[in-house]
C-alpha cells in the first residue's frame, strides 16, 4: 500500500480526550507516526492537505441492520457499505435479525462472504443468541465464534423464558462470549407505538411507560450478576434506567450500555401527524429524558451511540401509524445527526468519538477506533459546520425511512479512509 500523509488537521482524539492540530502518516494501511503541526510537506505517497477540518477515527457502528439474507429489496451489503462509506463508517457490526436469522455457521459463512465481496467498509456479523431468535433454545455459540461471530444477540425479541436466557448467560461467560440485549419488558411494551404520556394519548397511540425499559435492564441486570457475563444493553433511552445502570456499574459487573442517535436528537414530540418515518423501538421519549441521556454518554455511563440502522421499504412505512414498521435508516446522518448534539453544547467532540468509536471498539476487542500508532488508518475526514438540506432520495441506502428528510442539518464527510485506502470522498 502507498503511503498516506494527513497535514493541517484538527484530530479529534477520543482515547486521550483531546483536539491537536498536527498531522498523521499512515502506511501499509496502519498509523505509523504522528506530526506537529509546523511539519514539513512531504513529497512522498499521497499527500492531503486537511485545510484545518477534522480528522477523526471512522464510526464503529454497533448494531446495523443489512437485510442479507431474506431481504435484500430493503437494504443489501452493497448498498449498506456505500451508505457507511458515505457517513464515515469504516466498521459496521452486524445485527442478525434477517430472515432466516443469522443462527448457524452456515448463515453466518454466506453473510461473510457477501460482506466481503461487496462492502468497501469493514464489516463484523453478530449472531443469533437462540435458534431463530425463538428465545428457546440457544444457538451453538462456540462454534459461531469460531466462525467469526463478534457478539451474541436475538435483537428487540426478548428472551421471555428467564431460565433460557440466564443458561445462555452462563454459556456465553464460559467462553468469554459478549451478549447484547434489548432491555424492554416485553408485556409491557406488546403492540407499543409510542411513550405514556399526554401526547399518546391525546393522539389515541397505543403506549408503553419507560418503566418497561427499566423493568427489563433490572432483570437482565440481576442475570448478568448471577452468572459473571459479558453484557451489552443495545439501547438506553430513558432517565428511569440511568440510576440502575450506574449501580450495576459501581458494582463492578461486565456491563455496557449503548443508546441510539435517534433518541439522543429527537424526541416523541417529533412524532406529530403520525410520521411514520418517526415510529422507532423503542419509541422515542419525551425531552427530559433525550437530555438526560445525553448527559449519560456525556458522563460516560453510557458507553456508545450506534446508528440502530433499520432499513424500511415504502410499503411497510406508508402505513397508519400503529400497522406501520419500526425503524430508521442511519449509516448516513449518524455523524450529522451527532453535530446536533456538539453544536447545542450537550456533547464535545472528543467525547462523541469516544461513544461512536473507540468504546464500541473497544468493548468488542477491536484495534480500530483510535489515532495511536499501530492502530489501522481507518479514518473520516468531515466539516463539523457545513450545512446542509437533508433530501432522503440522495441516501444510498436502498431503503430512505429517515426521520431527518428534509431537515438542516451541519455536518459533511468530506472523506472516508479504511486500511489508508480511500473509500469515499465527496465531490
Request: contains cysteine; glycine residues 8%; aromatic residues 6%.
Amino acid at each position: 500500500m502507498s503511503k498516506l500523509t494527513f497535514l493541517n488537521a484538527r484530530l479529534v482524539d477520543p482515547e486521550k480526550d483531546e483536539i491537536v492540530i498536527g498531522g498523521l502518516v499512515a502506511e501499509d494501511g496502519r498509523i505509523t507516526r504522528h506530526l506537529p503541526k509546523d511539519a514539513p510537506r512531504l513529497t512522498s505517497g499521497r499527500v492531503i492537505d486537511c485545510g484545518m477540518k477534522y480528522l477523526a477515527p471512522g464510526l464503529v457502528d454497533l448494531g446495523v441492520k443489512v437485510c442479507e439474507p431474506g431481504e435484500r429489496h430493503k437494504e443489501s451489503y452493497r448498498s449498506a457499505g456505500l451508505a457507511a462509506a458515505a457517513g464515515g463508517v469504516t466498521t459496521m457490526i452486524t445485527r442478525p435479525d434477517t430472515d432466516p436469522a443469522i443462527d448457524s455457521p452456515e448463515t453466518l459463512e454466506f453473510v461473510a462472504r457477501r460482506a466481503s465481496e461487496a462492502t468497501p467498509v469493514n464489516v463484523l456479523p453478530m449472531t443469533a443468541l437462540t435458534k431463530g431468535r425463538q428465545g428457546r433454545e440457544m444457538t451453538e455459540i462456540g462454534f459461531l465464534m469460531d466462525a467469526g461471530a463478534v457478539a451474541f444477540t436475538d435483537c428487540d425479541r426478548v428472551i421471555t423464558d428467564t431460565k433460557v436466557f440466564s443458561r445462555a448467560l452462563t454459556y456465553a461467560a464460559g467462553l468469554g462470549a459478549l451478549v447484547v440485549a434489548h432491555p424492554q419488558e416485553p408485556g409491557l411494551s406488546k403492540g407499543a407505538a409510542a411513550t405514556s404520556g399526554k401526547f399518546a394519548s391525546l393522539r389515541g397511540l397505543p403506549a408503553v411507560s419507560p418503566m418497561a425499559e427499566r423493568m427489563g435492564l433490572d432483570r437482565d441486570i440481576a442475570l448478568v450478576e448471577m452468572t459473571g457475563a459479558r453484557y451489552h444493553a443495545d439501547q438506553i433511552t430513558c432517565a428511569r434506567a440511568l440510576p440502575a445502570l450506574a449501580r450495576a456499574k459501581a458494582n463492578g459487573l461486565d456491563l455496557t450500555a449503548g443508546t441510539s442517535i435517534h433518541h439522543l436528537t429527537l424526541n416523541a414530540l417529533d412524532v406529530a401527524d403520525y410520521r411514520t418515518f418517526f415510529k422507532l423501538k423503542p419509541p422515542l421519549r419525551d425531552e427530559q429524558d433525550r437530555l438526560a441521556v445525553a448527559e449519560a454518554v456525556k458522563s460516560g455511563l453510557i458507553d456508545v451511540i450506534s446508528s440502530m440502522h433499520t432499513p424500511q421499504d415504502e410499503e411497510s412505512k406508508r402505513l397508519p401509524f400503529e400497522e406501520a414498521a419500526s425503524g430508521a435508516v442511519a449509516l448516513e446522518t449518524l455523524l450529522p445527526a451527532a453535530m446536533r448534539l456538539y453544536h447545542a453544547d450537550l456533547i464535545p467532540l472528543p467525547t462523541l468519538w469516544r461513544a461512536m468509536s473507540f468504546n464500541p471498539a473497544k468493548r468488542l476487542g477491536l484495534a480500530c477506533g483510535r489515532l495511536s500508532v499501530g492502530a489501522p488508518a481507518d479514518l473520516v475526514l468531515f466539516d463539523p459546520d457545513a450545512p446542509f438540506l437533508m433530501d432522503r432520495s440522495t441516501l444510498r441506502s436502498k431503503s430512505q425511512n429517515t426521520p431527518f428528510d428534509g431537515a438542516r442539518m451541519q455536518g459533511k464527510v468530506l472523506s472516508t479512509f479504511v486500511g489508508g485506502t480511500c473509500v469515499y470522498e465527496r465531490n
